[in-house]
C-alpha cells in the first residue's frame, strides 16, 4: 500500500514570498490533516479535512495560510506571504476516518521549509 | 486536552527491553492514550493506542494503570531502528466528529550498542 506523497521536500524561499505544499494522502483515506512541526517541537495541527469540507482550522494563521482539498483527495497548503517564523517542517498525514479512537493517522515524510 | 508528561531522553541498550513512561493524571475517562514515534527526518507513525486495558501488537506493548493516570510503552527488544522521539498522546475528539492528536515535546530514545 503507497504512503502519503508530499511534495516538494525541500523549499527555501525569502520572506514575503509564496510557496504552496502538496499532499496526496492514502487511498480510501476519507481525513486529511496537515501539520507544522517547529524544529525541537512536537507536530501541531493546523487544519483537518473530512472528505473536501474542513473539520477543524483553529489554529490556521488565516491571514497567511490557506489550504484546500478540492474533489477530497489531494490537497494542498499555501503561504502567502511567508515570515521568517514560517520555517519549519509541514506534514501531511491521513486516516480512514474521522470518528472514533481506533483510526491511525499516518504521516507523509514532510516539507522542510527555510525562510531566509 | 488532557496533558502529558514524559522524561525528555532516555537510553537503551541493543537487545534489552525499552520502557517509556508517560504521565497522564489529568485524563478523563473517555479518552485513549496514543503512541507515536519520529525516526530522524521522518513523519511520525502510529505505534499502539489503548483505554482502560493493556494492549499488544507487532511493534509494542502498552501498560495502562490501573487509575489510568500513567502509561509505560514497552519495546520488549529494542534496536538500533529503534533510536527515534517517542510521544506520548491522549487522544480527544472534537465536537462533530474529529481526531485530533496534540503532540507534546516526547521522549528521545536512543538505543546504544
Known amino acids: 500500500e503507497a504512503g502519503v506523497a508530499q511534495s516538494p521536500r525541500y523549499k527555501i524561499i525569502e520572506k514575503r514570498q509564496s510557496v504552496a505544499f502538496w499532499c496526496n494522502p492514502i487511498?480510501?483515506?476519507?481525513?486529511l490533516y496537515w501539520y507544522q512541526q517547529i524544529l525541537g517541537q512536537g507536530p501541531k495541527l493546523l487544519i483537518q479535512?473530512?472528505?473536501?469540507?474542513?473539520?477543524?482550522d483553529s489554529q490556521l494563521p488565516k491571514d497567511r495560510f490557506s489550504a484546500e482539498r478540492l474533489k477530497g483527495v489531494d490537497s494542498t497548503l499555501k503561504i502567502q506571504p511567508a515570515k521568517l517564523e514560517d520555517s519549519a517542517v509541514y506534514l501531511c498525514?491521513?486516516?480512514?476516518?474521522?470518528?472514533?479512537?481506533?483510526?491511525?493517522?499516518?504521516f507523509g515524510p514532510g516539507t522542510r521549509l527555510t525562510v531566509l | 486536552d488532557a496533558k502529558t508528561t514524559q522524561p525528555p531522553s532516555m537510553d537503551c541498550a541493543e537487545g534489552r527491553a525499552a520502557n517509556l513512561p508517560c504521565n497522564h493524571s489529568?485524563?478523563?475517562?473517555?479518552?485513549?492514550v496514543y503512541w507515536y514515534r519520529q525516526i530522524h527526518s521522518q513523519g511520525p507513525q502510529y505505534i499502539i493506542h489503548?483505554?482502560?486495558n493493556n494492549e499488544t501488537n507487532e511493534m509494542a506493548s502498552l501498560i495502562i494503570t490501573e487509575d489510568r493516570k500513567s502509561s509505560t510503552l514497552i519495546l520488549p527488544h529494542a534496536t538500533l531502528r529503534d533510536t527515534a522521539v517517542y510521544y506520548c498522546i491522549v487522544w480527544s475528539p472534537l465536537t462533530g466528529g474529529g481526531n485530533k492528536l496534540t503532540f507534546g515535546t516526547g521522549t528521545q530514545l536512543k538505543v546504544e550498542l
Open positions: 489503548g483505554l482502560k
Open positions: 489529568t485524563i478523563s475517562g473517555n479518552e485513549y
Open positions: 498525514a491521513s486516516s480512514l476516518g474521522s470518528s472514533g479512537p481506533l483510526i491511525a493517522q499516518y
Open positions: 487511498s480510501g483515506h476519507a481525513t
Open positions: 479535512f473530512q472528505n473536501n469540507g474542513v473539520v477543524d
